[in-house]
């Protein structure tokens, strides 16, 4: 079975810096996209960033400029950096992989999540 496990999200200040580690195991065959996700009460789960295996980047608005996604490919992990922090950002951060076995055939996987609250 295939699972993701996060870690890093804790209890931070605004205008903090924190990075989050998402590695993947398990049967892998070809991992494509790689993200994370956030859900705070009352919101809906957003896209926070998602990158390729290439490389290319997509940002959520509220992140653009100030959070980073990175992803180790031979290591099957994906890293966020955020910067800036703000109490909007308090969420559960989930990781999140897009997968392809040798069929061909897609497969998703999330992780269970890590919790990121920026307060003072």
């Known amino acids: 079975q295939v699972q993701l496990v996060e870690s890093g999200g804790c209890l931070v200040q605004p205008g903090g810096p924190l990075s989050l580690s998402c590695s993947a195991s398990?049967?892998?065959?070809?991992?494509?996209?790689m993200g994370w996700y956030r859900h705070a009460p009352g919101n809906e789960r957003g896209l926070v960033a998602c990158?390729?295996?290439?490389?290319?980047?997509t940002y959520g608005d509220s992140v653009t400029g100030r959070f980073t996604i990175s992803r180790d490919n031979a290591k099957n992990m994906v890293y966020l950096q955020m910067n800036s922090l703000t109490p909007e950002d308090t969420a559960a951060y989930y990781c999140?992989?897009?997968?392809?076995?040798?069929?061909?055939?897609?497969?998703?996987?999330w992780g269970q999540g890590t919790q990121v609250t920026v307060s003072s």
């Open positions: 398990g049967s892998l065959f070809t991992i494509n996209i």
């Open positions: 999140k992989l897009e997968s392809y076995d040798w069929r061909d055939l897609r497969y998703d996987y």
């Open positions: 990158i390729t295996r290439g490389g290319t980047t």
